[in-house]
C-alpha cells in the first residue's frame, strides 16, 4: 500500500468521525428548541470544523531525514602519517629583480627647479589725517559785556532826579542806585558793552537802556537841556 492510499484512507476516516460529531450536534440543537435550519448549519460547522482538525493532526505527512552517508565511505587517516607540505620554491635573487630593476641614479629625473617666490606686495601707504586746527579763542574786545563804573554814593551828596529819563520810573531809579547809578553824566558816558551788560543786568527791564536811547538822554540832560519828557516830569505831569 502506498503512502498516498494510507492518507486518503486516514482523511475519510478523519471526515466521517467529523459528520458524526456534526450529527450528534444537529439532534442536541434540535432537542434544544433550535430551529431545523439552524442545527443543519451548526451541524456542518461543526463537521467541517473537526474535519479540517483531525485530518491536520492524524493525516499531515511527516517528513523523513535524509540517509547521512556511511562513514565508511570516508577515506581514513592512515595512523602516524603526517602530510608532507609542498617544497618552497627557492626564488633566485637575481631572477627576482628582473622584474623590477631600480634605475641607476644617473637615470633619474632632475628635480624641478623651485618656483622663484613672488615678491610680497609693498604696503599700501597709509593715508594722513589731516590734523585739527587748533581752536583759539577769540580774543576779548570791547563790545564785549562790561559792568559800568559805579559810585559808591552820589557827588555832593544828592543825585540827579533819574527819572526825567523817558523809560527810569521810581522802580528803576531805585535798581540804579544799587548798582551805582545817580548821574545823567554815568549814564551818558555808557559804552556799547556798558549798555549790553545793562540791558542783560536790569532785572525786569531788560533791553530797556537801548530801546529807550537812554544815552541820548542823558547827554542833554547831563549838559543841562531839557527833553520833552523831562518836562513833563518837572511840572509834576509824570509820576
Known amino acids: 500500500m502506498t503512502d498516498v492510499t494510507m492518507q486518503d484512507g486516514c482523511a475519510r ?9 456534526g450529527l450528534i450536534v444537529a439532534l442536541f440543537a434540535l432537542g434544544g428548541g433550535k430551529g431545523f435550519f439552524a442545527a443543519i448549519v451548526l451541524a456542518l ?3 467541517g470544523l473537526l474535519g479540517s482538525l483531525f485530518t491536520w ?8 531525514l535524509s540517509e547521512r552517508s556511511p562513514m565508511s565511505s570516508l577515506a581514513p587517516a592512515v595512523e602516524g602519517e603526517v602530510p608532507t607540505m609542498p617544497d618552497t620554491v627557492t626564488a633566485e635573487p637575481a631572477t627576482l629583480m628582473t622584474s623590477q630593476e631600480v634605475p641607476p641614479v644617473e637615470d633619474l629625473p ?3 627647479p623651485a618656483a622663484a617666490a613672488a615678491p610680497e606686495p609693498a604696503p599700501a601707504p597709509k593715508e594722513e589725517i589731516p590734523a585739527k586746527p587748533e581752536t583759539v579763542a577769540p580774543a576779548a574786545t570791547e563790545e564785549e559785556e562790561a559792568q559800568p563804573e559805579a559810585l559808591a ?3 555832593g551828596g544828592e543825585a540827579d532826579n533819574l527819572k ?8 528803576l531809579e531805585s535798581l540804579l542806585h544799587e548798582l551805582g547809578i545817580y548821574h545823567f553824566d554815568q549814564i551818558a558816558g555808557w559804552s ?3 549798555v549790553a551788560w545793562m540791558d542783560q543786568n536790569l532785572k525786569g527791564f531788560r533791553g530797556r537802556v537801548s530801546r ?3 544815552i541820548g538822554q542823558a547827554k542833554t540832560l547831563a549838559a543841562g537841556g531839557e527833553t520833552e519828557f523831562s518836562k513833563r516830569v518837572e511840572e509834576g505831569d509824570v509820576y
Open 192 to 194: 556799547a558793552s556798558e
Open 57 to 64: 493532526l492524524s493525516c499531515a505527512a511527516v517528513p523523513q
Open 110 to 112: 632632475e628635480p624641478a
Open 212 to 214: 529807550d536811547d537812554w
Open 13 to 21: 476516516k478523519c471526515w466521517i468521525t467529523a459528520a458524526v460529531f
Open 153 to 155: 554814593s552820589p557827588r
Open 45 to 47: 460547522i461543526t463537521a
Open 164 to 171: 526825567e529819563i523817558k523809560g527810569v520810573g521810581p522802580k
